[in-house]
C-alpha cells in the first residue's frame, strides 16, 4: 500500500489523509491510485459509517503537480496525451467512490485548495474549513481547464456564473468567501479544525446510515430526473430506510422520549 494516502479508522470514522506534505498534496499518480482504492475499500467496510478526508502538512491539496506536468514535455504528442488521459481517468475512481458510497464524507480543509483540491472540497457530501483556507480553481494559470468532475461539483455547488468565475479568472478566495458560495458548510479557527472536524464526523457515525445513504442518493439524482421519477425513487428510498432497526429505534425513542441509539442497520 503506498503511504501517499493514509487511512486510520477509529470510532466508526475513516480518518483518509492525503500524504505528500512536501507537495503541498499535489496529485501524482501514486496518490491519484493510492486515493481511489482507499476510498473504494472504506466505501464496502462495514465498520465505516463516516469518513473525513484531509491534507498533511497544513495544506488539502494543490491541485495537479506542475513540476510533472513540465516534465512530461518531453514526450512525443501522442505519448504526452495518452498520459493527461491516463492521469485524468484516474481522478475518476475516488470521485465515484465519494459519491456512490452510502456514507457521508466530510471535507476537512486548512491551507491551500487549488485545482482539483477545489473540485474534491465540492465533491465531498459536507466540509470544514479551518479560517486560513485558501482556495482557487487555478487550471487557466496553465492554460488548462477543469479535470475530475471539478465542473460537475464547482457548477452544481456555486451555481453557473460564479463556477465561470472562478474557472476563467483564477482569483483566489478565503475560507469567508467559499462558506458564502456554499463551497464549505463552517468555517472554524484552525486551531479547532480537527476537534470540530471529528465532533461532527462522531455524529454522523452514530447516526442511522442507511437514512443517510438513501438521502445522498436522492440528492444525488435529483438534478437529472423529472418530478415523477424523482418522486418514486423518494418512495422507495422511504419504504428502504423505514425497514431498517435504526427506523424503528427512532419511533421508539421519540415515544419514549430518549435520545435514539442507532447502530447503521
Not at 518531453?74 to 492521469?87: H, K, V
Request: hydrophobic residues 45%; proline residues 3%; charged residues 25%.
Amino acid at each position: 500500500m503506498s503511504d501517499t494516502v493514509l487511512c486510520e479508522i477509529r470510532e466508526g470514522v475513516a480518518l483518509v489523509t492525503l500524504n505528500r506534505p512536501e507537495a503541498r498534496n499535489a496529485l501524482s499518480m501514486e496518490l491519484r491510485l493510492a486515493l481511489g482504492e482507499i476510498l473504494g475499500r472504506v466505501e464496502l467496510d462495514d465498520r465505516v459509517r463516516c469518513v473525513v478526508l484531509r491534507g498533511a502538512g497544513g495544506h488539502f491539496m494543490a491541485g495537479g503537480d506542475v513540476k510533472a506536468m513540465h516534465q512530461r514535455m518531453s514526450m512525443d504528442r501522442a505519448e504526452r496525451y495518452r498520459a493527461i488521459l491516463e492521469g485524468i481517468h484516474a481522478l475518476h475512481l475516488p470521485i465515484f467512490a465519494i459519491r456512490r458510497m452510502g456514507k457521508p464524507v466530510i471535507a476537512s480543509v486548512e491551507g491551500a485548495s487549488a485545482g482539483f483540491g477545489l473540485g474534491l472540497v465540492a465533491a465531498c457530501d459536507l466540509a470544514v474549513a479551518a479560517d486560513d483556507a485558501f482556495f482557487t480553481l487555478a487550471y487557466c494559470h496553465i492554460g488548462a481547464s477543469p479535470d475530475g468532475g471539478t465542473s460537475y461539483f464547482v457548477a452544481r455547488t456555486m451555481g453557473m456564473k460564479q463556477a465561470l468565475e472562478l474557472a476563467f479568472l483564477g482569483d483566489r478566495f478565503d475560507a469567508a468567501r467559499a462558506k458564502d458560495l456554499g463551497l464549505v458548510n463552517w468555517v472554524v479557527p484552525k486551531a479547532e479544525l480537527q476537534a470540530e472536524t471529528w465532533k461532527l464526523a462522531a455524529r454522523l457515525a452514530q447516526g442511522p446510515t442507511r437514512a443517510y445513504a438513501n438521502a445522498k442518493a436522492l440528492f444525488n439524482a435529483a438534478l437529472n430526473q423529472t418530478m415523477e421519477t424523482q418522486l418514486q425513487m423518494e418512495a422507495e428510498r422511504m419504504a428502504d430506510s423505514m425497514m431498517t432497526e435504526d427506523h424503528a429505534e427512532g419511533v421508539a425513542a421519540f415515544v419514549d422520549k430518549r435520545k435514539p441509539r442507532f447502530k447503521g442497520r
